[in-house]
Nanobody
Framework: QLQLVESGGGLVQPGGSLRLSCAAS????????IAWFRQAPGKEREGVSC????????NYADPVKGRFTISRDNAKNTVYLSMNSLKPDDTARYYC??????????????????WGQGTQVIVSS
């Protein structure tokens, strides 16, 4: 069974950077589109970015366009989210999720079959 483990979160000042990792075990990620979601306290979980199984296609939610970059290394069974120019509004718990599709489905939770436990990102001075 596929297990996903996120890492790389932490406390960072506004304008700073972090790189999150989503490492998979149990099954290969190479046939799955992978997305990052985030959930802030009191808010619904929202999609942030997604990358296709091959890595040839990706998309981003409007609030993070131009600041976040998603990438993957299928040889390492890992997906990354590089976050730059972080803002306090980026504070949330970040989750990676795997789809059974090769291409990114919509940002709805039921489209993703496997989820990690999340990693906390706090952007504060």
């Amino acid at each position: 069974q596929l297990q996903l483990v996120e890492s790389g979160g932490g406390l960072v000042q506004p304008g700073g950077s972090l790189r999150l990792s989503c490492a998979a075990s149990g099954l290969t990620l190479s046939s799955s589109a992978i997305a990052w979601f985030r959930q802030a306290p009191g808010k619904e979980r929202e999609g942030v970015s997604c990358i296709s199984a091959s890595g040839s296609d990706s998309n981003y939610a409007d609030p993070v366009k131009g600041r976040f970059t998603i990438s993957r290394d299928n040889a390492k069974n890992t997906v990354y989210l590089s976050m730059n120019s972080l803002k306090p509004d980026d504070t949330a718990r970040y989750y990676c999720a795997a789809s059974n599709d090769h291409y990114c489905p919509p940002y709805v939770m039921y489209a993703y079959d496997n989820w990690g436990q999340g990693t906390q990102v706090i952007v504060s001075s």
